[in-house]
């Protein structure tokens, strides 16, 4: 972590996040302790650039990032018991297994959480290299599927550590199976159509916005994807944080 890595609160009060390596003070910021009592929290994070793309060229949301939003990225999921991801974006950006991180172990102990987050991929076909996704990591994997194909049924559930087979992999259907299995708190990194699911059905307590400065251009989705909202979903901001010109935003869904 570079020394001069630091981040500046904006809001909702002026403060100074000086690098940490456990990011004790990000941590505080960001944890999300107010929990329902049926279902997990749910924050999402995204990252996107000044003219809304969520990727850079090469298809990578890595590109668009930054060493501030890669701090901001680090503490979610160590907050986090499921990472929770569509399948297309677990193919496009590589995803394996979650590591565990050392400098966050004490703060996860403390929570009574698992070393790692576990992974929970929403797929319908169930096309997924299981190899890769084994080849790295050590959390737990969970697959939501809707495929009755029992070949890929059988190859996921020979590899992975849970295969669970549902009708509709809707927002809620995942979240009480999750629930069930007790996870508390849970993080949504998308992809766009994902999310966009997941917001349209007033499934995000928390939408973690990171703003990076550049201009991508070329066309392509939202944060949201495609999916059309039945109204303006209204927010409050929560916090602002900036550090090397990146703007990182969470903000709260107003259910009234």
């Not at 991180?101 to 290299?129: C, K």
């Amino acid at each position: 972590m570079a020394a001069s890595q630091h981040l500046h609160q904006i809001f909702p009060s002026p403060a100074q996040f000086a690098p940490d390596p456990q990011e004790a003070a990000l941590t505080a910021l960001y944890d999300s302790t107010d929990i329902p009592p049926d279902r997990p929290r749910v924050q999402s994070n995204m990252v996107q650039s000044l003219d809304g793309r969520i990727a850079g060229a090469d298809g990578l949301s890595g590109t668009i990032s930054s060493p501030a939003d890669k701090r901001v990225f680090a503490v979610l999921r160590a907050l986090a018991d499921v990472v929770i991801v569509g399948a297309s974006t677990v193919r496009e950006e590589g995803y394996t297994r979650l590591p565990a991180r050392q400098r966050f172990a004490e703060d996860r102990r403390t929570r009574g959480q698992d070393p790692a987050p576990t992974l929970a991929i929403i797929t319908g076909s169930g096309n997924l290299d299981v190899d890769h996704l084994t080849s790295a990591g050590s959390g737990s994997i969970i697959v939501f599927t809707t495929t009755d194909d029992d070949d890929v049924l059988g190859r996921l559930r020979s590899s992975l550590c849970e295969v669970i087979r549902v009708d509709s992999p809707d927002p809620h259907t995942v979240l009480e199976a999750l629930a069930q299995r007790g996870f508390k708190r849970a993080l949504c990194e998308g992809g766009p159509s994902l999310l966009g699911e997941w917001a349209a059905a007033g499934a995000i307590d928390e939408m973690c916005v990171t703003v990076s400065p550049l201009l991508v251009g070329g066309a392509g989705p939202g944060i949201l994807g495609r999916v059309e909202l039945d109204g303006p979903a209204r927010l409050r901001l929560l916090s602002a944080v900036e550090g090397d010109s990146t703007l990182m935003l969470r903000l709260g869904f107003q259910t009234s």
